[in-house]
Every structure is written in C-alpha cells, then in structure tokens.
C-alpha cells in the first residue's frame, strides 16, 4: 500500500514542483499563474506541507513500520498533523483571497472550500481522538484526512476520464470531475476503515 500511495503523491509532488520553479525562476505571468506571483507565500506553505503529508503519511500505512518503530509513529504523525493542517488552511486561504481564475470559480470553489475543511477538521479530530487514547478512532480520522489530501492525484485521472468521455470540458464538468476524486478517495477510506476494519496494532497501544 505505501508505494502505490507514493506513485499516487508523485502527481501533487510534481505539480508542486512545478510551482517553485515558476516562482524561483521568474517565468511568465498568465492568467493561471497569476495569483501565485502576487501571493507567493500561501502557495509556498501549500506546497511544502502538501509534499510532505502526502509522501510521508504514505508510510503510516506500513504495519511493519508501525510495529517495530513506535516512536517514529509517533514522531512523525506529529509532522504530519502540523503538514496536514497547514496544506488544508494554505487550501482555504487561496481559494478565499486568491485571484481565481474565471472558470475556476463556482462550482470548484465550494468544493474546494468543503473538501479543504473537512480536511482539517479530520486531522484535529484524529488528533483529539489520539490524545484521549482512542488509538482506532485517531487512525481512521487520519485515514479519511490523507485521503482528502491526496486528492490532488486522483483528481488527474478523474479530468482525464472527463475529457476521454465529453471532448470539450466544461467548467461545471471539471469541477464534477475535480470532486468526484476527493469523492472517490473517501470512499475508498471508508472501505479501509469499515469494509476491512481499522484496528489499534498491540505495539502502539504499548507505546501510548
């Protein structure tokens, strides 16, 4: 599971990259562009944390690494609970007081703006859960926030699926599309956590 989830970060990494070279490098300002150049610092926030929780969470998925390091768990969970939050508020911001380009708003906007928040709000209350001791309900919390992080690459597929099947997107179809990734990644948390179960590993009950 791990690696299939790195191969799945490698889009928003990329993409994030991609955004760095253009701010470091000067490149030319477009339209699309342009609100990254006039507000450099939420992108860059966005970015850095983004690569971080999508990258690193993908080995929390790991039993064997949970199990015979605890303490890196632990220690590493805490990163990516400050990773996880900060992509999430970075999220928010841009989309509130960004200059959004015309076909971006509406539709996409909302779902920015609910996937964005629940996000967050999954990582506080897998934080909160955490902190009470209540280590199955901390990992499931966690799992349904990474999977809204990661949406980023599912979204690549679900707006090549939209363009192989209507030619011509519109912006109503891309943000259908946009949400059906965040959509799609839920669902497939939910399975983990309901259809296969989401249980406390005997090692870090020991270490709590």
């Given at each position: 599971m791990p690696a299939g989830l790195l191969a799945l970060s490698l889009v928003p990494v990329a993409a994030s990259g991609f955004r760095v070279?253009?701010?470091?490098?000067?490149?030319?300002?477009?339209?699309?562009?342009?609100?990254?150049?006039d507000a450099p610092v939420p992108i860059l926030v966005h970015v850095v944390a983004a690569s971080v929780f999508c990258v690193a969470g993908a080995f929390?998925?790991?039993?064997?690494?949970?199990?015979?390091?605890?303490?890196?768990?632990?220690?590493?969970?805490?990163v990516l609970v400050l990773c996880g939050l900060a992509t999430a508020l970075s999220a928010l911001w841009m989309t509130?007081?960004?200059?959004?380009?015309?076909?971006?708003r509406g539709l996409l906007t909302v779902f920015r703006l609910l996937f964005a928040s629940a996000m967050a709000a999954a990582i506080v209350l897998a934080f909160l859960a955490i902190r009470r001791g209540n280590v199955a309900r901390h990992r499931a919390w966690m799992i349904r926030g990474y999977?809204?992080?990661?949406?980023?690459?599912?979204?690549?597929?679900?707006?090549?699926?939209?363009?192989?099947?209507?030619?011509?997107?519109?912006?109503?179809a891309h943000a259908l599309a946009m949400g059906a990734a965040w959509v799609i990644?839920?669902?497939?948390?939910?399975?983990?956590?309901?259809g296969r179960g989401v249980r406390p590993a005997p090692a870090l009950k020991e270490a709590l």
């Open positions: 070279t253009e701010l470091a490098t000067g490149a030319d300002i477009t339209e699309a562009n342009a609100r990254f150049f929390q998925f790991s039993p064997a690494l949970r199990r015979k390091r605890p303490r890196w768990h632990r220690a590493s969970g805490r509130l007081f960004s200059a959004i380009p015309e076909d971006d999977a809204l992080g990661l949406g980023a690459g599912t979204q690549v597929f679900t707006a090549l699926a939209a363009v192989a099947f209507l030619g011509t997107v519109s912006p109503r990644n839920l669902a497939v948390a939910e399975w983990a956590i309901r």
